[in-house]
C-alpha cells in the first residue's frame, strides 16, 4: 500500500514534470495557456505553470524528407506510369504548423501527389524524363504556395522514379526496335546513294580527263605539224634562195638544166619500165628537143 509520503512524491514529480520543460536545440514547443495559445518555446530550459499551462505541440525545426508514394499518373499521350519522389520540407512558423492545418506532413503529401499528376499529366512521356527539373520546379512553386499559411517552407522536390507499365515498357521496346531496324534501312540507303554517286563521279571525272587527254593530244600534233610544216618551209625557202644564188654564179644555169635533165631522165625511165608501152623514136625527137634547148646561150 502506498503510503502518504509516497502520494505526496508522486504529487510533487508531477507536478515537476508539469512545471519543467527542457526544449531541444532541433525543437519548437507551443504552450497553451487554458487551452488558448501562449507562447512558443525555443530551445531552452522553462517553467510552466502547473495544471495552467500545457505544452501543446511539438515541432522538428530541421529539414524534412517525406518520401511520397507511388501513384499512377496518365501522361498527355496516354501512357500510364508509376512515379514517385521525395519531398523537403521544413517548418517555418511553429504557430501556423500548429494551428493552420491538422497534420502538415499529410497535407504536403496529398498536395505533392495532386501537383504532381497534374504536372505530369500536361507533358508527353518522353518529356517526362526531359524535361524532369522543369516538373520539379513547378511542384515546388505549387506546393510551396498552398502551404504558406501552414507555417511550412518547401526546400525541394525531386521525383525519383517514373516506371511505366509492363506493357507500356514492351510497346516502347518493340517502336524501338522499329526506329532502330528503320535507322539502319536509312542508313545503308544512304550508303548505297552515295556509292553510286562516288562511282558516277569517278567515271565522270575519268571521262573528262580522257576527253582532255585526248585533245591535248590532238593540240600537241597540230602543233608539231605546224612546226614541221614551218621548218619545212624554212628549209624550202632557204634551198630556193641558194638555189637561186647558184644560179646567178658563172655556169650555174647549165647545172640546173643538167639536173633537170637527169630527173627528167630518170623519172622516164620509171614510166617506161612499169608501163605495158613501148617508146618509139618518136620521142627522141623531144628528148633531142631538150638538148637542143639546153645548148642555146642564155639571154645573159
Given at each position: 500500500m502506498l503510503t502518504f509520503t509516497s502520494v505526496v512524491l508522486i504529487v510533487i514529480g508531477i507536478v515537476l514534470f508539469k512545471t519543467l520543460i527542457i526544449v531541444a536545440e532541433r525543437e519548437n514547443v507551443i504552450v497553451e495557456r487554458l487551452g488558448k495559445y501562449h507562447q512558443t518555446l525555443t530551445?531552452?530550459?522553462y517553467f510552466l505553470i502547473p495544471f495552467i499551462d500545457n505544452a501543446s505541440y511539438i515541432h522538428e525545426i530541421r529539414e524534412q524528407v517525406i518520401d511520397i508514394p507511388a501513384q499512377s499518373v496518365i501522361t498527355s499521350d496516354n501512357i500510364q506510369v508509376e512515379v514517385d519522389g521525395l519531398l523537403y520540407l521544413k517548418?517555418?512558423?511553429a504557430k501556423k504548423a500548429s494551428y493552420g492545418i491538422g497534420d502538415y506532413i499529410a497535407g504536403s503529401i496529398n498536395l505533392a501527389q495532386t501537383t504532381m499528376r497534374s504536372e505530369v499529366g500536361k507533358i508527353t512521356l518522353g518529356a517526362t524524363?526531359?524535361?524532369r527539373d522543369a516538373v520539379n520546379g513547378k511542384i515546388i512553386s505549387e506546393i510551396d504556395k498552398a502551404s504558406d499559411p501552414w507555417g511550412?517552407?518547401?526546400m525541394r522536390y525531386e521525383i525519383k522514379d517514373i516506371k511505366p507499365t509492363l506493357h507500356v515498357i514492351d510497346?516502347?521496346?518493340?517502336?524501338?526496335e522499329a526506329e532502330r531496324e528503320k535507322r539502319a534501312e536509312i542508313t545503308l540507303a544512304t550508303a548505297e546513294k552515295e556509292r553510286v554517286i562516288?562511282?558516277?563521279e569517278g567515271e565522270k571525272q575519268q571521262a573528262i580527263n580522257l576527253s582532255e587527254g585526248e585533245k591535248q593530244r590532238q593540240i600537241n600534233e597540230a602543233q608539231g605539224k605546224a612546226i614541221s610544216i614551218q621548218k619545212v618551209a624554212h628549209a624550202t625557202a632557204e634551198s630556193m634562195r641558194m638555189?637561186?644564188?647558184?644560179?646567178?654564179?658563172?655556169g650555174g644555169e647549165k647545172a640546173v638544166k643538167m639536173k633537170l635533165i637527169d630527173q627528167y631522165i630518170d623519172t622516164l625511165d620509171e614510166v617506161m619500165s612499169e608501163g605495158n608501152v613501148s617508146l618509139f623514136p618518136a620521142e627522141l625527137s623531144t628528148l633531142k628537143g631538150i638538148f637542143q634547148e639546153l645548148k642555146r646561150p642564155s639571154a645573159n
Open positions: 530551445p531552452g530550459f517548418v517555418m512558423d524524363f526531359s524535361e511550412v517552407k518547401v510497346t516502347l521496346e518493340k517502336l524501338m562516288n562511282i558516277s638555189v637561186g644564188e647558184a644560179i646567178k654564179q658563172a
